[in-house]
């Protein structure tokens, strides 16, 4: 429907008046009725009154079903209008720019005109080795949440409730709280060390919903909504419906997303600055690596310019592989799996999730059901409206849909989107540590400068035996990947800690839970890799630790590493435990092999049945 049309639609059917017309008719009105006292009389009044009925009782003689039917008509008009509008729940979007602006003239605005005045630069920052406190980030700058919440019967919203860390990977990135994986320290560098290299890898930042949605969508909801709405209209809290539309778009970063992006390169610049001394003394520059899904490119474009600084040129290396059926890539390893296309082996989640929120949105459904009359509401679709606070609150600043839903109904979501990727992508799925294998060869070959030996996983060889397209000797590395392949390695690199609950039940939420996907897999998650040298007698030779969102998270789980109060472990200690998980994992048998799931099985380790049982 275009504007003119719409606006046509919602127009009164009579002629327009205008505001100046109308004071004139209404001044007009005011002069005859005074000119009408003045001219008549009491019994010119009565004459008048008695002619009027006996007019109005010969009109309904002579037309009575003719009036009737205006009159049934006028009741079914009222009937309609009191129904939504057709277009609620139409899709909306502005394309910007516009493909051909009339005003463009890049010549005469040219981004370099000389002049530029002195430009000498300082030191490099290295906030984690002289500050005294390591800098917290808080998730959202410009995002808006409700200041009031429906409440639970007989219950208020906690004080430290924060609904935008109860949106699993819905949720903005933030710093984790010391103490929150169970280690008393922050990333910033342990006493008696200094950070000699990192290893950064980081999801893409928000974006616009997927095209495709295992279980719920909030298209799905927006698209349900549109295409019945002659037959529903909705009151109280949901009311605004009838006046809503879908506004979002589909995969790309919105601007909060490239937002994120920005701060996270210009933040990692300001602790991590120092690194780039190595790049000068070896007169190399770094090579970060993304890939080819829009949202990942710009992601990584964004980083980039918050760490560098416009201009990139001659700056860093972007390698971007490509994310497509047949290419191999350790960013996107499921496009190499067969077996990551079949539901059964690689959607375990859904069902899952579908149980759980069955259990978690029963009142939600009660509620809204009657504030939406003529709408058959499901629970999947109150689901969508959960995704749409979500999606709406990072591509739009604010949704209307945070309003609808109790502090508990949020922990449900929240706890719901840690069932989808528990048993699709992380420790209670078959897939995950084959997925994240590709990764650990890599993380490998660098932490030991040696070439890949044997290319039987997700990596390339093309680009991987190149040694500028993937160098062994760089001080810091940056990749960008998904929230999945994210998780993945956290399961290859066995985080056991984070696997204590599982498997995950689907009739409540453990109490005190270690995996939350909200934490994990945020959007613009990420995990920083130091290493590190010590001058403690206790901490021989270059040490590892890994901080994901600035919690500082145990190797307990991996072979050889001991309980070291800020989380580190002998580098030789850490890579011999990882050879040892490479050579266990069986990428041609879990991706290739038709191997079934036996009725009942589990794992927390990310294994196949095989290697599970």
Known sequence: MSNDEETAGLLPKHEQISAEDSELQSDTSIHKSRSFYRSFNLAHLAAAFLSGILACLFIQICSGPAVSQSLD??????????????????????KFPPSRPTNANPKLFPTNVGHAGATPTGEEAFVIATAPAYPIHSGAPGLVVPSKMVKAKGGDVSEDFDMLRSWGNLSPWY?????????DSDPGTPETCRVTGLHFLHRHGARYPTSYAAYGGPANFATKLHDNAASWKATGDLEFLNDWTYQLGEEILTPFGRHQLYDLGYNLRLKYGHLLHNFSESRTIPV??????????????????GFFGYPLEGKYQQSITIEADGFNNTLA????????????????????TEKWANIYLRDAEKRMEALLGGFDLTIEDIYEMQQMCAYETVALGYSKFCELFTEEEWKGFDYALDLGFWYNNAFGAPLAKALGLGYLQELVARLTHTPIAEYNSSTNSTLNTNPTTFPLDQALYVDATHEVVVLNVITALNL???????????DHIPKNRKFR????APFATNIQIQLLDCASPSLEGTQIRVIINDGVAPLTGVKGCPEQKDGMCALDTFVGSMKEIIGQTDWKYDCHTDWEIPDGWSTVTGDTPKNAL
Do not use: V
């Open 175 to 183: 710093s984790i709280p010391k103490g929150r994986f169970g280690l």
């Open 288 to 305: 970060f690596r993304t890939e080819s899904q829009d949202r990942m490119l710009h992601s990584a474009l964004n980083f980039a310019i």
């Open 73 to 94: 008509h006028s009741s079914s008009s009222s009937a309609d209008a009191a129904l939504a509008p057709d277009w609620a729940g139409e899709t909306r979007s502005h």
């Open 333 to 352: 390893p499921y496009k190499t799996c067969p077996n990551a296309s079949i539901k059964e082996k690689s959607d375990r989640g859904k069902n899952m």
């Open 517 to 520: 996907s909200s934490e994990l």
């Open 496 to 506: 056991s800690s984070f696997a204590a609950d599982g498997p995950l039940p689907t």
